[in-house]
């Protein structure tokens, strides 16, 4: 069975840093197009940044980009983000979501993506 794992959310002041990461289990990952998405309370789920199998990268918005890094182990099966200077707006709870190897290279669109996490809080406060 496949299985996503976050973890490393939590509550950070404006301004800090957290790591998430991805754990993936039930079967090998590093072929697979894996990606970052956040949703906020009473917002839609939304992309946060990708990374495939060769390390191709997309990121949201200008708003994300220099203050997120996604990357991944593939020896490892873990996905990872490190975010930096926070901001409330972040807040959010973050989704890590992997896609089938001959499905898509990369993508933005979280319906491309079939298998997901539970997810992470992650909260900062102004």
């Known amino acids: 069975q496949v299985q996503l794992v976050e973890s490393g959310g939590g509550l950070v002041q404006a301004g800090g840093s957290l790591r998430l990461s991805c754990a993936a289990s039930?079967?090998?990952?590093?072929?697979?197009?894996m990606a970052w998405f956040r949703q906020a309370p009473g917002k839609e789920r939304e992309f946060v940044a990708a990374?495939?199998?060769?390390?191709?990268?997309?990121y949201a918005a200008d708003s994300n980009k220099g203050r997120f890094t996604i990357s991944r182990d593939n020896a490892k099966n873990t996905m990872y983000l490190q975010m930096n200077n926070l901001k409330a707006e972040d807040t959010a709870v973050y989704y890590c979501?992997?896609?089938?190897?001959?499905?898509?290279?990369?993508?933005?669109?979280?319906?491309?993506?079939?298998?997901w996490g539970q997810g992470t809080q992650v909260t900062v406060s102004s």
């Open positions: 990374i495939n199998w060769s390390g191709a990268i997309i």
């Open positions: 979501a992997a896609a089938p190897p001959d499905k898509i290279i990369i993508s933005r669109r979280k319906g491309d993506y079939d298998y």
């Open positions: 039930g079967r090998t990952f590093s072929r697979n197009p």
